[in-house]
């Protein structure tokens, strides 16, 4: 069990009685207080953030600031900016929101990744609100194939169930025939020939790969369609 140092025992107590505001805001409120004495310098820029704040939030930093050999104002982080402001505002806001412009796979790896690193405590909660957000901008690109396949491999890479459920659905119900003629082994397009052969890999030994999970659900389809319009 860790304590506070004493330390930061006072500025403790001011981020109590200003609670209320930090929790509705959704930007750095945190640097308005004058609680910025840390730095986390990020593969492409710097943040200020608050020393007590990360040490509430991340076991990592609990144990990195009581260890006496360590007394750095400033973390070095394999992660980019964005990502790490993102995560930041959300441990200190539960402010969430997934733009489209990240809305892509090495982004919302570093997002997890970051979070694992660390040990923060958001981190399903974290998950379930990027999943959601994902699956609502599927649906609205629902029209758009590319955005599936990208969307499947996303989710299958980064263990998002639901996701993948969905994006299995919109291949087998609206794309499957074109989606099977894309993506094979004997198609001449390099890009597309490559890509198959990542979705025909199993995601583990025992596992059916996602094209054999495609075939299989368009199958069943066919079959309780049969069903019902006998």
């Known amino acids: 069990m860790y304590f506070l140092p004493v330390s930061l025992y006072s500025r403790l107590l001011q981020f ?6 930090l929790k509705g805001a959704s930007s750095f409120v945190f640097l308005r207080f004058g609680c910025s004495d840390y730095k986390l310098i990020c593969v492409d820029g710097e943040l200020a953030t608050s020393k007590y704040l990360l040490f509430l939030s991340s076991p990592h930093f609990r144990r990195r600031f009581h260890d006496e050999d360590n007394q750095s104002s400033e973390c070095h982080l394999e992660f980019m900016c964005a990502a790490v402001k993102q995560i930041l505002i959300f441990v200190y806001t539960e402010a969430f929101t997934l733009d489209t412009i990240h809305i892509n796979y090495p982004y919302i790896r570093q997002l997890i990744a970051f979070g694992k690193y660390f040990h923060f405590t958001y981190l399903v909660d974290l998950k379930n609100r990027i999943e959601t957000q994902l699956c609502a901008h599927l649906y609205n690109h629902i029209s758009e194939p590319k955005i599936i396949v990208d969307f499947l491999l996303l989710a299958s890479n980064l263990d998002f169930p639901q996701l993948k459920r969905h994006c299995i659905s919109g291949i087998v119900s609206q794309y499957y025939l074109a989606f099977k003629r894309k993506y094979n082994f004997n198609t001449e397009n390099f890009n597309d020939r490559e890509m198959f052969n990542v979705l025909n890999r199993g995601e583990s030994i025992f596992s059916p790969s996602l094209i054999q999970k495609i075939d299989i659900n368009y199958k069943l389809t ?4 049969i069903v019902y319009n006998y």
């Open 222 to 225: 066919k079959k309780i369609n």
């Open 16 to 21: 109590k009685l200003q609670n209320k505001e």
